[in-house]
């Protein structure tokens, strides 16, 4: 069940990368004949940096991540808003990419207990194996024909 959000946040950030990486290039204003309005580059950036960044932590570090994509979300929406003209062109393009941001934020917050993380599978493994207790670790090992006298044991 927690793949589904990561999928969903993962779309939302790449669509919000593109957005703001569009409103960039794209005039804001009809007469404007270079782009008008704010450069998004750097938030498009910031959006890739997220994907990684939410498979990479967990914990408060994702649920930390997950707000400041949401305020970054908001901030964007509030330019967009701000200029004066309709929902158009470069505008219409951050306002699009503000709303993917703040959708992706939330949805980091609410699920950022359930999503997976990098390397959580193996430290997960190791730790099931492992009762603290080593004599019966090794018999477990021996169970699992591990080699108590070998330096290194089998995986």
Do not use: C
């Not at 470069?90 to 990419?97: D, P, W």
Request: proline share 5%; no cysteine.
């Amino acid at each position: 069940m927690a793949n589904r959000p990561l999928w969903m946040i993962a779309v939302l950030l790449l669509g919000t990368a593109a957005a703001l990486w569009g409103a960039t290039e794209v005039a804001w204003t009809e007469t404007a004949h270079g782009t008008g309005g704010p450069s998004f580059a750097a938030l498009a950036l910031l959006a890739l940096a997220s994907l990684a960044g939410v498979f990479a932590v967990s914990g408060l570090a994702r649920r930390g991540l997950g707000a400041i994509i949401a305020v970054a979300g908001g901030y964007v929406v509030w330019q967009a808003v701000d200029h004066a003209g309709g929902l158009v062109g470069g505008r219409g393009l951050g306002f699009l990419g503000g709303v993917l941001f703040v959708a992706a934020g939330v949805l980091i917050l609410v699920y950022a207990p359930a999503l997976p993380t990098i390397g959580a599978k193996y430290e997960l493994a190791n730790a099931e194996r492992r009762s603290g207790d080593p004599e019966k670790d090794m018999w477990d090992g021996l169970s699992d024909g591990e080699d108590p006298t070998a330096d290194e044991p089998r995986t």
